[in-house]
């Protein structure tokens, strides 16, 4: 049975770090993906990795400040998170899909909440 797991979500002062870790049971995938969705705001992309750790891409808002990454012998993949701002806030979201290249995130975590504030 596939599904996804997500920890290390919580309370952060601005400026601080943070890291988010997903457990993938069951399968491996093409490309995994991280969105999130903030309070009364629609659930948005934040980076993605491919399944073999290359590939990285990011939404401009958290460029240079997110680094995501794929442990394969784990079959786990992380979302590092510095210079966190209120922004930040939100339910964040494992996800992943059987390509690479395209399709949708089909399997996805029950999400780990990170809050930003002083």
């Known amino acids: 049975q596939v599904q996804l797991v997500e920890s290390g979500g919580g309370l952060v002062q601005p400026g601080g770090s943070l890291e988010l870790s997903c457990v993938v049971f069951?399968?491996?995938?093409?490309?995994y993906a991280w969105f999130r969705q903030a309070p009364g705001k629609e659930r948005e992309f934040v980076a993605a990795?491919?399944?073999?750790?290359?590939?990285?891409d990011y939404s401009e808002s958290v460029k240079g400040r997110f680094t995501i990454s794929r442990d394969n012998a784990k079959n786990m993949v992380y979302l590092r998170m510095n210079s966190l701002n209120v922004e930040d806030t939100a339910v964040y979201y494992c996800?992943?899909?059987?390509?690479?290249?395209?399709?949708?995130?089909?399997?996805w975590g029950q999400g780990a909440r990170v809050t930003v504030s002083s």
């Open positions: 069951g399968r491996t995938f093409g490309r």
């Open positions: 996800a992943a899909r059987p390509s690479a290249m395209f399709g949708s995130y089909t399997y």
């Open positions: 990795i491919r399944g073999t750790g290359g590939n990285p």
